[in-house]
Nanobody
Framework: QVQLVESGGGSVQPGGSLRLSCAVS????????IGWFRQAPGRDREGVSC????????RYADSVKGRFTISRDDVENTVYLQMNDLRPEDTAVYYC???????????????WGQGTQVTVSS
């Protein structure tokens, strides 16, 4: 059974940092690309970042480029999203998902985690 569990969310002030974790089970992580998505209140879910299974290449939404870093540990079966210089507009529920393509689109996702809340506020 494919399972993804996010953790690491919380409340921070603008300019702060958080590291999200996506622990996976029920499948071999190295066989899957993993994407991070987020959904803010009243807005559609959007793709944030992705790391490819094939060569470990990464992709970022323009809004987070230079501030967020995605990485994976295939031994620990965990994907991380390091978020620096957080802004109020980063406030959202963050989800990880297995994806068949790093297109940063909902339609590319196959299995989802339950989400973790990130709040950036002074």
């Amino acid at each position: 059974q494919v399972q993804l569990v996010e953790s690491g969310g919380g409340s921070v002030q603008p300019g702060g940092s958080l590291r999200l974790s996506c622990a996976v089970s029920g499948f071999i992580l190295e066989l899957y690309s993993i994407g991070w998505f987020r959904q803010a209140p009243g807005r559609d879910r959007e793709g944030v970042s992705c790391i490819s299974r094939s060569d470990g290449s990464t992709r970022y939404a323009d809004s987070v480029k230079g501030r967020f870093t995605i990485s994976r540990d295939d031994v620990e079966n965990t994907v991380y999203l390091q978020m620096n210089d957080l802004r109020p507009e980063d406030t959202a529920v963050y989800y990880c998902a297995t994806v068949w393509s790093c297109a940063l689109q909902d339609s590319a996702a196959m299995s989802w985690g339950q989400g973790t809340q990130v709040t950036v506020s002074s």
